[in-house]
């Protein structure tokens, strides 16, 4: 399913990248954004936005700031009052790791709570690409995807010796210093590069995690299975009241009034709402 030309709107789902861009990209999601205010939870990765039409802004200490048309976000800590302009139509991408680095020659962690035109991130020689890219959207709206493969794989650059330091999700419950080991660091050496890789320490990310996970456990369902203190036990929480402040932390919502939300019809929930298969499969096994 990669990008459509011939006069057909792009339909919304999960596109695959193309070929040249499989190491750097997970996919792109294409969808819809109900008008209004919204609450994102917190991300652990970074995405690159592209605003195919509308817009949207965030709130930054108590101002509203627009988001540029083609935004390259780090991930965050905590959720973000965002809110769109109704009609909104966007694509996300989800990198891959080291993804960042490959297409954009900066580390994923200076990422981190940031929102920023993908020209400021790159040199003169291509922002004309970008400027024409973007003027070129409410154009050829059919074919904004395919047209945005081609400008990536013309962004792609050699990073030999300067990527981001990569974990596999099966690795990260192990103490740091037996990670350090994996990875041929000294444990100090390893935690600075984790760092500057991911954004936070090791401690955090682990917290972040086990809650982003949790919350793709749980999908869209409309109360849990199980009660919510045999899901903290299942999730490794010491209690429900820690499961509780986690996910109040990271959603901005309490673990009952984030179900209720998406259960209802309140479209500041819309992205709780994305199928859950479908979420899984554009941010991969780590959730948001």
């Known amino acids: 399913m990669d990008g459509l030309s011939g006069g057909r709107m792009l339909p919304d789902g999960i596109h695959l990248p193309s070929p040249g861009l499989a190491d750097c990209v997970r996919s792109a999601l294409v969808t819809h954004l109900p008008g209004g205010r919204y609450i994102l939870p917190a991300a652990l990765h970074p995405v690159l936005l592209v605003i ?18 083609l935004a390259l976000c780090g991930g965050t800590r905590g959720p973000r009052d965002a809110r769109a302009e109704a009609g909104t139509r966007i694509v996300t991408l989800s990198l891959l790791p080291g993804g960042v680095g490959a297409l954009f020659g ?3 962690g200076a990422l981190m709570e940031e929102a920023v035109d993908l020209a400021e991130v790159t040199d003169g020689t291509v922002r004309g690409l970008l400027a024409g890219f973007v003027d070129g959207l409410a154009a050829a709206m059919e074919d904004s995807l395919s ?41 100090r050496q390893f935690e600075r590069r984790f760092r500057e890789s991911y954004g936070q320490p090791l401690r955090s990310y682990r917290q972040q995690l086990r809650c982003s996970r949790l919350l793709q456990a749980l ?6 299975a199980d009660g919510w203190a045999a899901i903290a036990a299942a999730a490794g929480y010491a209690d429900q009241a820690h499961l509780c402040r986690d996910v109040r932390r990271f959603t901005g919502h309490s673990p009952a009034g984030l179900l209720a939300g998406v259960a209802g019809d309140d479209p500041a929930f819309w992205p709780y709402r994305i199928d859950p298969l479908m979420r899984a499969r554009h941010f991969g096994p780590s959730g948001f």
């Open 52 to 69: 195919v039409r509308g817009g949207i802004v965030v709130l930054r200490d108590g101002a509203e700031v627009p988001l540029p048309r």
């Open 106 to 108: 900066v580390p994923a």
């Open 147 to 187: 047209r945005l493969w081609v400008l990536l794989e013309a962004l792609r650059r050699d990073t030999a010796g300067q990527s981001d330091l990569w974990v596999p999700l099966s690795l990260l419950s192990l103490p740091g210093a037996a990670l350090a080991a994996q990875f041929g660091l000294g444990q």
């Open 219 to 224: 999908g869209a369902a409309t109360s849990p």
